[in-house]
């Protein structure tokens, strides 16, 4: 059965210091996967995604993702945190065998502190 | 500047009352979605529509209906058989001729319903 874990619910960094948002996933088929960002009462915004190209992706606002297949991980991480990063991240796969859904992780709320 | 418009952003329902929130995309998408969020879950999908005039259950579809009339508009229906449907409801839409598979998914603003 396909999943996706997000293995921290919450996570606070100090500004300036890097963010680690981490993701792994749980595929028969070979996945594609995004992280997306929600801000307060807003909808999901497209931060980035690994469609089997290159496996360091690079996505807006400094972020980016690793797609390692051997740890069935996807990781976002950010050199330096920004107080505007405070926001709800989640987690997304979508599969080539699978039938027309995503699947969502169930976020993590990163906390930026001055 | 296209996009996808949710309305009310804010409603609220009576029990026992039927409740429709809108979704508009002009962004010549064919794929529109139904998802709920919940405090601390992930989004789960209600119902979605891959062309117009057809539309399928998603993993949560008791208690709601839906339309697709137009290409353009997929109103969703939160019927007095969902029993705990207070929740920020999301609409979405993709990118017409493709699988989902590495394909973008575009999301509007979202809608609060709560039940008084």
């Known amino acids: 059965a396909q999943s996706v874990t997000q293995l921290d619910s919450h996570v606070s960094v100090s500004e300036g210091t890097p963010v680690l948002l981490r993701c792994n996933y749980s595929s028969s088929y070979s996945p594609s996967l995004f992280w997306y960002v929600q801000h307060p009462n807003k909808g999901l915004q497209l931060l980035l995604k690994?469609?089997?190209?290159?496996?360091l992706v690079k996505g807006i606002n400094g972020f980016e993702a690793e797609f390692k297949k051997s740890e069935t991980s996807f990781h976002l991480t950010k050199p330096s945190a920004h107080m505007s990063d405070a926001a709800e991240y989640f987690c997304?796969?979508?599969?080539?065998?699978?039938?027309?859904?995503?699947?969502f992780g169930a976020g993590t709320r990163l906390a930026v502190h001055p | 500047d296209g996009g996808i418009t949710q309305s009310p952003k804010y409603l609220f329902r009576k029990e026992g009352q039927n409740v429709t929130l809108s979704c508009e995309q002009n962004l010549n998408h064919d794929a529109m979605y139904w998802y709920r969020q919940d405090p601390g879950q992930g989004l789960r999908l209600i119902y979605y529509?891959?062309?117009?005039?057809?539309?399928q259950k998603g993993d949560i579809a008791e208690g709601y209906s839906v339309s697709r009339e137009k290409k353009e508009s997929f109103p969703l229906t939160v019927t007095s058989a969902q029993k705990n449907p207070t929740a920020f409801y999301l609409c979405?839409?993709?990118?017409?001729?493709?699988?989902?598979?590495?394909?973008?998914?575009?999301f509007g603003e979202g809608s609060w319903l709560t039940v008084v």
């Open positions: 529509s891959q062309i117009v005039n057809d539309f």
């Open positions: 979405a839409s993709r990118r017409p001729g493709q699988r989902v598979s590495g394909n973008t998914i575009y």
């Open positions: 690994y469609t089997s190209a290159a496996t």
């Open positions: 997304v796969v979508s599969f080539s065998g699978g039938y027309n859904k995503l699947i």
